[in-house]
């Protein structure tokens, strides 16, 4: 069941000394419900598994009897509920699971001098149980680890019942066999769990910590240190800093640390910090994505389908007979800031005006600077981030002019306020989808999680 709660968390995929800029929050609400379904999950796992071959003597009057049970598969297994639980100690989890009980069926073989004799067996454990302790910790190489740390295996009983052959002469001897088996079980369990935490631990190993986000952008998740486990919660800080794939360039500024808010009720929180937003701005700044060039045709194809007498108010005719064309560019990286529920975008542009000549040379017109201010407000329905933007604040000044001095018409306005009508979903993971999501503040998204499927 650690499987599937870690896994969980890791889904996104160690950067000393940087402040986290996203935060993912697993509480007991979240562990209890992966818990839950991993019981599923292993109950199920468990119909195909088949157990290694045990092999022994016990003595008889007429000498030593070896006996190997073989082809052992579980048929049923009552399976109780496993207690889990944060350990803060070992800043991991503590899980235990007590008074399992399986059933088990395969083939005995017994060899007494040149006597051989075989049959089939049904076999019942009794009284298993399991306690297993994992530390969790963050590799510098940004990667989650995972090991075992305390392990416990004890068993109390077991009953068999050989079938076949002279099943009957030997079945008086089983006495003589149970101790052993036990023993033989108990020492078992805890390189089972051993090995399914290794193979774990080489799937996190094996997890990219890196991904590209499309052709501009790639996002590094990798953990910027280690778990902070507490009696009722989990946090994973990450890295979650956008990259321009072509520059790589890092940006000017810095993740600043911040507080994840406490929301009660919920299995998980993600918080994304502005340095992540702004880190996805510098990205496509600094691989030059910010920059457009506009030219009279485009604007006449938009604003014919607006207001056919418009042509020519947005692009006024300096030079008539000449078309005109603007390039847009950002002076600077795009910069967010958050504050509680609301975002705020600023985007500082120029403008180049020229007119483009017959033979393709263009004429430098006029350059202006342009500051948009922006204001927005984010919540979640229907399992979408939907928001709202408002313009808060818009300044247009002339740079510069090769046509003598003009006026700019320094607009301000403000108020203008636009819905995000459709919607974007929240992110999934395979099989696993969000409900009851809540955004607190711009940030932070708290959600319950529903597993569709298992596989
Ligand atoms: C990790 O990333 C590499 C290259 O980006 C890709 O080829 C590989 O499939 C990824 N592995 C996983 C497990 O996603
Ligand atoms: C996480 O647990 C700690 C200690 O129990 C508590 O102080 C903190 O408020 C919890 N955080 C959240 C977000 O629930
Ligand atoms: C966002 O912009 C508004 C209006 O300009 C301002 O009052 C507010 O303080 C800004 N908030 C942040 C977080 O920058
Ligand atoms: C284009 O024509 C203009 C005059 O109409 C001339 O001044 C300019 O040098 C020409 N440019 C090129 C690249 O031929
Ligand atoms: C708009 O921004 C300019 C500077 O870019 C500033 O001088 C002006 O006060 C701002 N107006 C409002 C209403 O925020």
Same mark, same amino acid.
């Given at each position: 069941?650690?499987?599937?709660?870690?896994?969980?968390?890791?889904?996104?995929?160690?950067?000393?000394?940087?402040?986290?800029?996203?935060?993912?929050?697993?509480?007991?609400?979240?562990?209890?419900?992966?818990?839950?379904?991993?019981?599923?999950?292993?109950?199920?796992?468990?119909?195909?598994?088949?157990?290694?071959?045990?092999?022994?003597? #016990?003595? %008889?009057?007429?000498?030593?009897? *070896?006996?190997? =049970? &073989? $082809?052992?598969?579980? !048929? +049923?297994?009552?399976?109780?509920?496993?207690?889990?639980?944060?350990?803060?100690?070992?800043?991991? #989890?503590? %899980?235990?699971?007590?008074?399992? *009980?399986?059933? =088990? &069926? $395969?083939?005995?073989? !017994? +060899?007494?001098?040149?006597?051989?004799?075989?049959?089939?067996?049904?076999?019942?454990?009794?009284?298993?149980?399991?306690?297993?302790?994992?530390?969790?910790?963050?590799?510098?190489?940004?990667?989650?680890?995972?090991?075992?740390?305390?392990?416990?295996?004890?068993?109390?009983?077991?009953?068999?019942?050989?079938?076949?052959?002279?099943?009957?002469?030997?079945?008086?001897?089983?006495?003589?066999?149970?101790?052993?088996?036990?023993?033989?079980?108990?020492?078992?369990?805890?390189?089972?769990?051993?090995?399914?935490?290794?193979?774990?631990?080489?799937?996190?190993?094996?997890?990219?910590?890196?991904?590209?986000?499309?052709?501009?952008?790639?996002?590094?998740?990798?953990?910027?240190?280690?778990?902070?486990?507490?009696?009722?919660?989990?946090?994973?800080?990450?890295?979650?800093?956008?990259?321009?794939?072509?520059?790589?360039?890092?940006?000017?500024?810095?993740?600043?640390?911040?507080?994840?808010?406490?929301?009660?009720?919920?299995?998980?929180?993600?918080?994304?910090?502005?340095?992540?937003?702004?880190?996805?701005?510098?990205?496509?700044?600094?691989?030059?994505?910010?920059?457009?060039?506009?030219?009279?045709?485009?604007?006449?194809?938009?604003?014919?389908?607006?207001?056919?007498?418009?042509?020519?108010?947005?692009?006024?005719?300096?030079?008539?007979?000449?078309?005109?064309?603007?390039?847009?560019?950002?002076?600077?990286?795009?910069?967010?800031?958050?504050?509680?529920?609301?975002?705020?975008?600023?985007?500082?542009?120029?403008?180049?005006?020229?007119?483009?000549?017959?033979?393709?040379?263009?004429?430098?017109?006029?350059?202006?600077?342009?500051?948009?201010?922006?204001?927005?407000?984010?919540?979640?329905?229907?399992?979408?981030?939907?928001?709202?933007?408002?313009?808060?604040?818009?300044?247009?000044?002339?740079?510069?002019?090769?046509?003598?001095?003009?006026?700019?018409?320094?607009?301000?306005?403000?108020?203008?306020?636009?819905?995000?009508?459709?919607?974007?979903?929240?992110?999934?993971?395979?099989?696993?989808?969000?409900?009851?999501?809540?955004?607190?503040?711009?940030?932070?998204?708290?959600?319950?999680?529903?597993?569709?499927?298992?596989?």
């Amino acid at each position: 069941m650690l499987h599937f709660v870690i896994v969980a968390l890791m889904l996104l995929p160690h950067t000393c000394g940087q402040n986290p800029a996203i935060q993912v929050l697993l509480t007991n609400k979240g562990l209890q419900y992966g818990k839950h379904v991993g019981a599923e999950w292993i109950q199920d796992m468990l119909d195909h598994v088949t157990l290694p071959d045990i092999q022994g003597t #016990f003595s %008889t009057l007429f000498g030593p009897v *070896s006996y190997t =049970l &073989s $082809g052992i598969t579980i !048929t +049923k297994c009552d399976f109780p509920e496993p207690n889990v639980e944060y350990s803060q100690e070992y800043s991991g #989890f503590k %899980t235990s699971i007590t008074d399992l *009980s399986v059933a =088990l &069926s $395969g083939n005995w073989a !017994t +060899k007494f001098g040149i006597l051989h004799e075989s049959g089939s067996f049904d076999m019942a454990i009794f009284g298993v149980d399991v306690t297993s302790v994992v530390k969790l910790e963050g590799k510098a190489d940004g990667h989650l680890s995972v090991s075992s740390i305390i392990c416990d295996g004890e068993v109390q009983d077991v009953d068999i019942r050989l079938y076949g052959g002279f099943s009957w002469i030997f079945q008086p001897f089983v006495h003589y066999m149970k101790g052993h088996i036990i023993e033989e079980i108990r020492k078992n369990i805890c390189p089972a769990v051993q090995t399914s935490i290794e193979e774990l631990e080489s799937h996190l190993q094996a997890m990219n910590v890196s991904f590209d986000v499309n052709q501009v952008l790639s996002l590094e998740l990798p953990l910027s240190g280690s778990p902070v486990v507490s009696p009722s919660n989990l946090t994973l800080g990450l890295k979650g800093e956008f990259y321009s794939i072509q520059t790589h360039a890092e940006p000017p500024f810095k993740s600043k640390p911040f507080m994840m808010p406490n929301i009660p009720g919920y299995m998980l929180s993600a918080g994304v910090s502005e340095f992540t937003l702004n880190s996805a701005a510098y990205g496509y700044f600094s691989a030059g994505k910010l920059q457009i060039l506009i030219t009279e045709k485009m604007v006449s194809a938009v604003m014919k389908n607006i207001n056919t007498q418009a042509e020519g108010v947005f692009l006024p005719k300096l030079f008539p007979g000449l078309p005109m064309t603007l390039q847009v560019y950002a002076t600077e990286a795009p910069t967010f800031s958050l504050q509680s529920d609301i975002v705020n975008l600023t985007v500082r542009a120029a403008v180049k005006a020229s007119a483009v000549e017959s033979n393709g040379s263009s004429i430098p017109l006029f350059g202006v600077n342009v500051v948009v201010m922006l204001s927005g407000k984010m919540w979640i329905a229907d399992g979408k981030v939907k928001g709202s933007v408002m313009l808060n604040n818009f300044t247009l000044t002339l740079a510069s002019t090769q046509v003598g001095p003009f006026k700019v018409d320094e607009k301000k306005t403000s108020g203008v306020s636009e819905k995000l009508a459709e919607g974007v979903m929240l992110p999934r993971m395979k099989r696993i989808q969000p409900v009851n999501s809540i955004l607190t503040g711009f940030i932070a998204i708290s959600s319950d999680a529903q597993v569709l499927d298992m596989l």
